[in-house]
């Protein structure tokens, strides 16, 4: 340690004294300031500071402890004041200390010794001085950690405490003294601290112990770092425990794991979570000797909504959704739809939602699969009702598939897949309903699948064709129009019924190219026709997914100036249910296509909401009256009086009439006097390829009995 920079100011009212202690510091490389009284020393001090003051206490005007207190209550308590006194009792000590003294030296002084005592005294102020800094480096640590510290001995007894968070305690922090972790955490939260305590005694540390205390600022997670503190030999183990608040920590973990498991836009299960869930329920069905259904449902024509109205509506479709499948399987639901006996458990029921339009539930510990029949009868029913969203009134169905374990299948992949075929048969079936997995199923599957295979094949391999059935004229008996038909013609299955294959091309994207070619191909015969003199209208159906397609009146109109065909011997032919779902564009399509000349048919008049309201917004022409009224038109009653109503209301408005499926010329007069415009089956003319259409323009029914 260099001397050359330490100043020291002794005060001493003896001149010989004074010079000597100079002297003597001198020669030991310190710098020395001489004061004659203790007035003059603490003027001194003031003006220009210095590393040490070595005072006398024997002064005339202001005695050395006078002084010493002074000093120390201004330089502070790292400053060393050194009192050299002739006195060595014990009193005149003690009354150096009490003043603030670091240390004193007793008269006659050893002048030969004293620079090296004052080197030590200065060795032991920098000493201090290193002390304090490391004390405040410390203080600094723990002042940038906002955990809480404790001190606590193995029976988890605290000693001591730092609180930077008072509200993260459970009582005052002045009350944790002396009293164990037992007596103030609730008994978890003891049980794992005591746990943490024990695994740091046997391992010197331990972390991760985690619990969650119910605060006044709210329910709060601590994790735990515990380090075993040393200690002298013979005394009990002391701990040092680190009590971090990990709440946020929590509530991120909780929020990426609803991400992982639960769908963010329904709340529900995810399928990861649902699979799980499933794998479980098998594990325990198998292992206590019970019975469990999966039931996979589908909205039908969610779809349309996602098409026609928008992803955000349709959003808000699978929310509402989600919330009507909740209360559908609400168990205080349960004991009044199913009726269990009081012996058997009630089924425990988890909903999920696999992505789309797609939903499922488990329900365990059912007796039999008719309980699982009831809740899916009663989520059908729920989801049946219509739907208000935004002042528009949606009306949903759904299609739900059941397998049962362990009939079904042994594992939640198996069930999985049989309850998604059982739902393919529910849509197949009509949809809106409900279908039991049986094993002809998935044979009735993959003969689906492999249909669809060929019919993704069809069309390039040109095994499609049309044929026309004849539209008569009531007034005239007459042919006046014709309808094309597709039909497919299998290399192996030979003549596919088109209530088959039809659907399965609704279902994919190949409804949009086997539509065009229908177009196409209708309306190049058409135009064959037209040059041969015997021009005819011709009709072509049009599909759901086409009518919303946009772009569909250019298409339609490129086509007849591609094929040279009179806009005026085209009809388009849609759906009732197709009008129902359409948007603003849609009827600005079928605009387009009237201000053309081409002529809008409506098909299945009847068989679904028969509205005025499209029929006055729609630029229809011509309404066809269901085959299944005509069937049972001879009978009289109930479809008698809904012909003759469909009738009056379309004349009324403007429309023509064609009536499908006329089989006896009964039927045919009969239409013919209610004052029906077109008649349209097989008393005519089956369907035929487009080569016997010619003679068959020859042919006059006489229908005027």
């Known amino acids: 340690m260099s001397n050359s920079r330490k100043s020291i100011l002794v005060a001493d009212d003896d001149a010989g004294a004074r010079l000597v202690m100079q002297a003597a510091l001198r020669k030991a490389g310190y710098e020395v300031r001489l004061a004659t009284g203790g007035r003059e020393a603490l003027l001194l001090f003031g003006t220009s500071p210095c590393d040490m003051v070595m005072l006398d206490v024997d002064m005339p005007d202001l005695d050395g402890y006078a002084v010493c207190a002074e000093l120390r209550a201004r330089a502070g308590e790292l400053l060393p004041i050194v009192m050299v006194t002739g006195m060595d009792d014990v ?146 183990p002391r701990f040092i425990v680190l009590s971090r608040d990990i709440t946020e920590r929590k509530v991120a973990e909780s929020r990426i794991a609803r991400l992982a498991y639960f769908d963010v836009l329904t709340g529900l299960p995810n399928r990861s979570s649902f699979l799980e869930c499933l794998e479980h329920a098998v594990r325990r069905a198998r292992a206590h000797g019970r019975q469990l259904a999966v039931l996979f449902m589908d909205l039908d024509g969610f779809k349309n909504i996602n098409d026609t109205l928008g992803h955000d509506v349709g959003d808000q479709v699978l929310v509402a959704t989600a919330q009507r499948l909740r209360d559908s399987v609400r168990a205080r639901d349960l004991v009044s739809r199913l009726q269990p006996a009081k012996t058997e458990p009630m089924p425990d029921i988890t909903l999920a939602r696999l992505g789309g339009d797609e939903f499922t539930a488990v329900a365990c510990d059912i007796s039999h699969a008719q309980e699982a029949i009831a809740i899916a009868q009663r989520i059908v029913h729920s989801l049946r009702a219509p739907l208000v969203l935004d002042g528009r009134e949606l009306n949903l169905t759904t299609s739900i598939g059941i397998a049962c374990y362990p009939s079904d299948g042994h594992d939640a992949a198996t069930l999985l897949k049989h309850a998604d075929t059982a739902m393919y048969q529910a849509k197949r079936a009509g949809r809106n309903g409900v279908s039991v997995y049986s094993a002809g199923l998935t044979d009735q599957l993959l003969r689906h699948m492999e249909l669809e295979v060929s019919l993704r094949a069809a069309l390039p391999r040109q095994e499609f064709h049309l044929v026309y059935q004849p539209q008569v004229e009531a007034a005239t008996g007459r042919i006046c129009s014709v309808e094309a038909l597709l039909r497919w013609h299998h290399p192996t299955r030979g003549l596919v019924p088109p209530t088959e294959f039809i659907p399965l091309a609704e279902e994919s994207d190949l409804i949009d190219h086997i539509g065009q070619w229908v177009l196409r191909t209708a309306c190049v015969q058409a135009a064959i026709w037209s040059r041969d003199g015997r021009p005819v209208r011709v009709t072509v159906n049009l599909s759901p997914r086409q009518f919303r397609q946009p772009g569909l009146a250019r298409m339609i109109l490129a086509v007849l100036d591609q094929t040279g065909l009179a806009p005026q011997l085209l009809e388009v032919e849609i759906t009732e249910g197709a009008v129902m779902e359409s948007t603003e564009a849609a009827r600005q399509t079928l605009q387009e296509l009237q201000q053309h000349g081409v002529g809008i048919a409506l098909d299945d008049f009847g068989t679904g909401y028969s509205s005025l309201a499209y029929l006055t917004r729609m630029p229809i022409h011509n309404l066809k009256i269901d085959r299944c009224f005509v069937n049972g038109l001879m009978d009289g009653g109930e479809n008698e009086a809904i012909v003759r109503a469909v009738l009056a209301m379309a004349h009324s408005l403007g429309l023509r009439v064609t009536a499908e499926g006329v089989e006896t010329l009964d039927q045919a007069r009969t239409l013919a006097a209610l004052a029906c415009d077109l008649l349209q089956g097989y008393y005519f003319s089956r369907p035929v390829a487009a080569a016997h259409v010619p003679s068959l323009l020859d042919r006059h029914w006489a229908l005027d009995g």
Not at 123 to 149: F, K
Not at 182 to 211: I, R
């Open 91 to 236: 009193a005149s000590v003690e009354a150096a200390y009490e003043c603030g003294a670091t240390d004193f030296i007793v008269k006659p002084v050893n002048w030969a010794l004293i620079g090296h005592r004052v080197r030590y005294l200065f060795r032991s102020h920098q000493a201090m001085l290193d002390v304090h800094a490391a004390q405040a480096r410390h203080a600094a640590l723990l002042n940038a950690i906002p955990d809480l510290l404790f001190e606590l001995d193995l029976d988890g007894r605290y000693l001591d405490y730092r609180v930077p968070r008072p509200e993260l305690l459970t009582q005052p922090a002045e009350t944790l003294l002396g009293r164990t972790v037992s007596e103030v955490l609730p008994p978890a939260a003891a049980t794992a601290c005591m746990a943490a305590l024990h695994t740091a005694h046997e391992k010197d540390a331990s972390s991760g112990t985690q619990f969650e205390l119910e605060l006044p600022v709210g329910n709060t997670w601590f994790e735990l770092s515990v380090a075993r503190k040393t200690v002298p030999a013979g005394e009990r």
